[in-house]
T-cell receptor, first 116, second 114 residues
């Protein structure tokens, strides 16, 4: 079975500061990894995905994440936070095979607050 | 391309009633998945449908069921509602539901059970 741990349920940064949201995963087989963002009263929007190509993945809105197999991590970063980045962020894992059809295992989420 | 559409956006039901939620996937997507989101349990997988067949199921009681139509649209039904069923129900679609295929989510249906 797969699992995801997001370190820090709340992260607060100043506008223009580095954003770092931490995600560690557990999987017995090579994983697919995703980051999603959720704004209030909305669904989840895909930020980026890792599917075993390049370990450094660039996503939308200036976000990127690096897959580190040795650390089983997939941390999300953005060099300079904007007020519009305030939202809840979810890391998710899936694997190949029939038991994984349509199934993502999500972390508990990290709420990002951006101060002016 | 239109995104995933879920209707209705909000529902209020009474314990013991049943409810049906609807989802229209992105055009060309044949896999539809359903998730329950609550503050306590987070995002939990309910089930996945592809070509009108349920291929995968999460750990939910039989009161939760779904179906998919030939045009890939999907419905989810919850019978004998309980207070604990109050949640945001999210539908997601993908091309084929395979592990590497990203899911595209709708804005959800917020169900309140009183």
């Amino acid at each position: 079975a797969q699992s995801v741990t997001q370190l820090g349920s709340h992260v607060s940064v100043s506008e223009g500061a580095l954003v770092l949201l931490r995600c560690n995963y557990s999987s017995s087989v090579p994983p697919y990894l995703f980051w999603y963002v959720q704004y209030p009263n909305q669904g989840l929007q895909l930020l980026l995905k890792y599917t075993s190509a390049a370990t450094l993945v660039k996503g939308i809105n200036g976000f990127e994440a690096e897959f580190k197999k040795s650390e089983t991590s997939f941390h999300l970063t953005k060099p300079s936070a904007h007020m519009s980045d305030a939202a809840e962020y979810f890391c998710a894992v899936s694997v190949g095979g029939g038991t994984s059809y349509g199934k993502l295992t999500f972390g508990q989420g990290t709420i990002l607050t951006v101060h002016p | 391309k239109a995104g995933v559409t879920q209707t209705p956006r909000y529902l209020i039901k009474t314990r013991g009633q049943q409810v049906t939620l609807s989802c229209s996937p992105i055009s060309g997507h044949r896999s539809v998945s359903w998730y329950q989101q609550t503050p306590g349990q987070g995002l939990q997988f309910l089930f996945e449908y592809f070509s009108e067949t349920q291929r995968n199921k999460g750990n939910f009681p039989g009161r939760f069921s779904g179906r998919q139509f030939s045009n890939s649209r999907s419905e989810m039904n919850v019978s004998t509602l309980e207070l604990g069923d109050s949640a945001l129900y999210l539908c997601a679609s993908s091309l084929d539901g395979a592990g590497g295929s990203p899911l595209h989510f709708g804005n959800g249906t917020r169900l309140t059970v009183t």
